[in-house]
C-alpha cells in the first residue's frame, strides 16, 4: 500500500514564474492537507480539501495561492509569480474520513525561489 | 482557540540518556493528542497517540500519557540513541468550526550524541 505521494520532490523557480506542487493521496483517503514549513520553524496549516470541495482554507494566503482536490487526479497546490519568502517545504498528509484524526503525511516538496 | 505548547529546543542529549520533551495544550473538549517524529530532509510520522484521559500511547520505546488535569503529553523514552535524532511535534485534534482540526505545536529538535 502506497504512502502519500508528492511531486517533485525539488522544484526551483525564479521570481514571477508559477509552481504547481502535486499530492496523491493514500489509497481510500478522500481528504487531503496542506502544510507549509518554513526553514527553522513549525509547520503551519495551509489548507484541507475533500475531493471537489475546499473545507478550510483559513491558513491560505489571499492572493497568488490555491488549491485544489479535482474528483480524478492529484490535489494541486499552485503558487502564482513566486517570490523569495514563498521557498520552504510543503507537505501534504491525507485521512480516510473527516472525522479520522490520524493524518498521514508525504515527504514534501522543497521549493526553491532564486 | 486551540493551541499546543511544546519546551524549546534545541535539545541535545548522550546516547542512553533518558528523555522528555514537554508538551502542553489548550482545548475546548476532549481532543485526541499526538507527537508526531521528522527525519531530517522527510515528512512527518506518527510515533504515537492518545484518545482519553489517562491513555498512554507508546511505540519504539517512545510513550507519552494524557494528562487532562494537567493538560498535558509529555513525551519520554528512557534511552536513546544516535537514530532518535529529528524533530518533535506534538498534535492535538480537536472539532473546531466544522470538523476535527489537528494543531500542531512548534516542534523540538532533538540531538542525540555517541
Known amino acids: 500500500n502506497a504512502g502519500v505521494m508528492q511531486n517533485p520532490r525539488h522544484l526551483v523557480r525564479r521570481r514571477g514564474q508559477e509552481a504547481r506542487l502535486r499530492c496523491s493521496p493514500m489509497?481510500?483517503?478522500?481528504?487531503v492537507y496542506w502544510y507549509r514549513q518554513l526553514p527553522e520553524e513549525g509547520l503551519k496549516f495551509m489548507v484541507y480539501?475533500?475531493?471537489?470541495?475546499?473545507?478550510?482554507e483559513s491558513g491560505m494566503p489571499k492572493e497568488r495561492f490555491s488549491a485544489e482536490f479535482p474528483k480524478e487526479g492529484p490535489s494541486i497546490l499552485r503558487i502564482q509569480q513566486v517570490v523569495r519568502g514563498d521557498s520552504a517545504a510543503y507537505f501534504c498528509?491525507?485521512?480516510?474520513?473527516?472525522?479520522?484524526?490520524?493524518?498521514?503525511f508525504g515527504p514534501g516538496t522543497r521549493l526553491t525561489v532564486l | 482557540g486551540n493551541s499546543v505548547t511544546q519546551m524549546e529546543g534545541p535539545v541535545t542529549l548522550s546516547e542512553e540518556a533518558f528523555l522528555t520533551i514537554n508538551c502542553t495544550y489548550t482545548?475546548?473538549?476532549?481532543?485526541?493528542l499526538f507527537w508526531y517524529v521528522q527525519y531530517p530532509g522527510e515528512g512527518l510520522q506518527l510515533l504515537l497517540k492518545?484518545?482519553?484521559?489517562?491513555d498512554k500511547g507508546s511505540n519504539k520505546g517512545f510513550e507519552a500519557t494524557y494528562r487532562k488535569e494537567t493538560t498535558s503529553f509529555h513525551l519520554e523514552k528512557g534511552s536513546v540513541q544516535v537514530s532518535d535524532s529529528a524533530v518533535y511535534f506534538c498534535?492535538?485534534?480537536?472539532?473546531?468550526?466544522?470538523?476535527?482540526?489537528?494543531?500542531f505545536g512548534p516542534g523540538t529538535s532533538l540531538s542525540v550524541i555517541p
Open positions: 480539501l475533500q475531493k471537489e470541495n475546499i473545507i478550510d
Open positions: 498534535a492535538l485534534s480537536a472539532y473546531q468550526t466544522s470538523y476535527d482540526k489537528v494543531i
Open positions: 492518545a484518545t482519553k484521559a489517562d
Open positions: 482545548a475546548t473538549g476532549y481532543p485526541s
Open positions: 489509497k481510500g483517503h478522500s481528504h
Open positions: 498528509a491525507s485521512s480516510p474520513g473527516g472525522n479520522t484524526d490520524t493524518q498521514y
